[in-house]
């Protein structure tokens, strides 16, 4: 990755080479929304009788699970599970588990935490997946949500930003393992955007 007049193009060899990253949310903003979307969970789940589990959704959503859990003002447990849809930049349109929970989830109050919802194929899987564990209560927390592109049953009930079908990288989100750390969100746009 180089920089051009304070962008980003990526510079590895792949379908998006010579693309410019162009931020879309900043790391303020970014931190901002987290400890909105906290608080509100926090406030929901105030009266919970167990603390809720968050089961991150491996690896997108490594950065802003340890974000929000951080800034929540009760108690949560943690767990992960790894799913496979995606090969390079495309969906396959089928999910296969490559990891699942260890965490007893009947009678809990369940959290799955994404970094983003697109067409919603693994949501979709993920929800039917836990409500055979029968939580006392299962809802989805997304960082970014791809509404116009989304055929979730059920919309997710905390999202941080909706945004559009652009491919997308930073806090978390990749291009090829490359570029997670990038502290804001950055979009994969044409030069002449």
């Keep these: 990755m180089t920089k051009s007049n304070k962008s980003l193009i990526i510079d590895h060899e792949g379908p998006f080479k010579g693309k410019k990253l162009k931020c879309i949310f900043t790391e303020e903003q970014i931190q901002k929304r987290v400890k909105e979307l906290a608080l509100e969970i926090s406030q929901d789940l105030k009266n919970a009788k167990q603390p809720p589990i968050l089961i991150g959704v491996l690896n997108g959503s490594l950065f802003f699970m340890a974000d929000l859990m951080r800034a929540m003002n009760i108690e949560s447990e943690m767990d992960f599970i790894k799913i496979s849809s995606y090969h390079h930049t495309s969906s396959t349109g089928t999910v296969r588990l490559v990891k699942d929970i260890s965490a007893q989830i009947t009678d ?12 919603g ?3 979709n899987f993920l929800r039917n997946r836990m409500q055979s564990n029968s939580p006392h209560s299962l809802s989805v927390v997304t960082f ?3 509404k116009e592109i989304s055929q979730l049953k059920k919309e997710p009930e905390y999202i941080g930003f909706v945004i559009p079908n652009y491919y997308v990288v930073g806090y978390g989100l990749d291009l090829d393992q490359k570029y ?8 994969i746009v044409d030069e002449k955007e």
């Design 108 to 119: 809990r109050d369940v959290l799955i935490v994404e970094d983003i919802v697109d067409t």
């Design 121 to 123: 194929l693994s949501i």
């Design 144 to 146: 970014l949500y791809k």
């Design 180 to 187: 997670r750390t990038l502290r804001g969100i950055y979009a």
